[in-house]
Nanobody, 117 residues
Framework: QVQLVESGGGLVQAGGSLVLSCAAS????????VGWYRQAPGKQRELVAS???????NYADSVKGRFTISRDNAKNTVFLQMNSLKPEDTAVYYC???????????WGQGTQVTVSS
């Protein structure tokens, strides 16, 4: 199965920025829609941003205006630019191919994002 590896997480102060990367082992992002999901302790995993193979983007209301999802097909990588981070953004972030918000592949390790107040 195609491997998706998340990276770029870390510790940041509220109001700061972070860029997450999702690297694929094969060229797939020109074919599949990709979503960034997050799961905070004690909460269900939720979809926060997605980008279709055609470049259309969607965002959860909680991150609109702060997060930007983008894709570099040549590098087989999807990014999540996160600005104006809030403590409630603290979670493990995962990427996955998806259709109508439903993930299609098994989950990877994700990358931890911690926002201090």
């Amino acid at each position: 199965q195609v491997q998706l590896v998340e990276s770029g997480g870390g510790l940041v102060q509220a109001g700061g920025s972070l860029v997450l990367s999702c690297a694929a082992s094969e060229s797939i992002f020109s074919i599949y829609s990709v979503g960034w999901y997050r799961q905070a302790p004690g909460k269900q995993r939720e979809l926060v941003a997605s980008i279709t193979s055609g470049g259309k983007t969607n965002y959860a209301d909680s991150v609109k205006g702060r997060f930007t999802i983008s894709r570099d097909n040549a590098k087989n990588t999807v990014f999540l630019q996160m600005n104006s981070l809030k403590p409630e953004d603290t979670a493990v972030y995962y990427c996955n191919t998806q259709r109508m918000g439903v993930p299609l592949r098994s989950w990877g390790q994700g990358t931890q994002v911690t926002v201090s107040s």
